[in-house]
């Protein structure tokens, strides 16, 4: 059942295309549209990134990492929901991070948690 408005857009951007592929499965059977992208260049660089409705983004990625990402995304969409993920969250603080536009996942996540994260998110956007 979806419980989200029509039309939702997320996209989602990690550099290993086995995560791309599970999280587009994903997404998809929960009725949202996705677009995904290696990088965080092939996002920041897309014509679609105004229509995007929320950001999925790893973060320990080459050149640009999630964390820069969403500081560049936030410059260019303030208030746009961003979930990051991450296989090493000892690295990161969560306090900044666990804001009402981000939320932090780390690998593994359960999809329905992540699933119940995006449609609030995109409700209060």
């Known amino acids: 059942m979806v419980d989200h408005p029509p039309d939702i857009l997320i996209a989602v951007v990690d550099d290993d295309p086995r995560i791309l592929e599970s999280l587009e499965t994903l997404l998809e059977s929960a009725g ?26 790893d973060i320990n990625m080459p050149t640009i990492d999630g964390l820069e990402l969403s500081r560049l995304l936030r410059a260019a969409r303030p208030g746009l929901p961003i979930i ?42």
Do not use: Q
């Open 32 to 57: 949202y549209a996705v677009c995904v992208f290696s990088s965080a260049t092939a996002l920041l660089e897309t014509a679609r990134l105004d229509e995007i409705d929320c950001v999925i983004s």
């Open 84 to 125: 990051l993920i991450t296989g090493h969250p000892e690295i990161l603080n969560r306090s900044l991070v666990a804001t009402s536009h981000y939320r932090l996942f780390t690998k593994p996540y359960d999809p329905d948690a992540l699933l119940a994260a995006i449609g609030d998110m995109v409700r209060k956007h």
